[in-house]
């Protein structure tokens, strides 16, 4: 339920006070609720955050509360999964301690995924990555867990979505070896 509720506020900003209110609630209910959170509830949980940026600690104090559930999530995820987490945490700096640890801790998610990504799972997850920095080693960490996935993937990249993962890559330098390999 509190994934739910998190998933619903996929549109709103952070910088509004209301929302960051809501957001103090449903801290409240992420560090009470008991249930280890499976795939889906991972995913909507980070989805929700997309429109979202941690410069507020409503935001960060959120994103510890979910480190644990993200981290007991035993449940493998699905590719549209993978890349609705990770498309959840596009607004979040490199900057954030919370935000690569919530990314640290999607590697081995991301890592035990077998299912084929399609170019829209490829293009999000990317995309999800806009404000890291190849300079961090969770960064460099996930694009090569992501490599394998792009390379299986044998739909076609319309503009739309090599745009979309291009732009995911945009705070990240080609002296990386891992951001060549993705390129």
């Given at each position: 339920a509190v994934s739910a509720a998190l998933c619903s506020m996929q549109g709103m900003s952070s910088d509004s006070p209301?929302?960051?209110?809501?957001?103090?609630?449903?801290?409240?209910?992420?560090?009470?609720?008991?249930?280890?959170?499976?795939?889906?509830?991972?995913s909507m949980a980070l989805y929700g955050m997309q429109q979202m940026n941690d410069n507020n600690a409503e935001v960060r104090s959120l994103l510890s509360a979910l480190l644990p559930k993200v981290q007991s999530c035993t449940e493998v995820?699905?590719?549209?999964?993978?890349?609705?987490?990770?498309?959840?945490?596009?607004?979040?700096?490199?900057?954030?301690?919370?935000?690569?640890?919530?990314?640290?801790?999607l590697l081995p998610k991301v890592?035990?995924?077998?299912?084929?990504?399609?170019?829209?799972?490829?293009s999000m997850a990317l995309h999800g990555m806009k404000q890291m920095s190849s300079d961090d080693a969770e960064v460099r960490s996930m694009l090569l867990v992501l490599l394998p996935k792009m390379e299986s993937c044998t739909e076609h990249f319309d503009t739309r979505r090599i745009a979309m993962a291009l732009y995911g890559l945009k705070q990240m330098s080609s002296d990386s070896t891992e951001v060549r390999a993705v390129l």
């Amino acid at each position: 339920a509190v994934s739910a509720a998190l998933c619903s506020m996929q549109g709103m900003s952070s910088d509004s006070p209301e929302v960051r209110s809501m957001l103090a609630a449903l801290l409240i209910s992420v560090e009470s609720c008991t249930q280890d959170f499976d795939a889906q509830a991972v995913s909507m949980a980070l989805y929700g955050m997309q429109q979202m940026n941690d410069n507020n600690a409503e935001v960060r104090s959120l994103l510890s509360a979910l480190l644990p559930k993200v981290q007991s999530c035993t449940e493998v995820l699905g590719s549209q999964e993978v890349a609705m987490a990770l498309y959840g945490i596009k607004e979040m700096s490199r900057d954030s301690d919370e935000a690569r640890a919530i990314l640290s801790a999607l590697l081995p998610k991301v890592e035990c995924c077998k299912e084929v990504f399609d170019a829209q799972a490829v293009s999000m997850a990317l995309h999800g990555m806009k404000q890291m920095s190849s300079d961090d080693a969770e960064v460099r960490s996930m694009l090569l867990v992501l490599l394998p996935k792009m390379e299986s993937c044998t739909e076609h990249f319309d503009t739309r979505r090599i745009a979309m993962a291009l732009y995911g890559l945009k705070q990240m330098s080609s002296d990386s070896t891992e951001v060549r390999a993705v390129l």
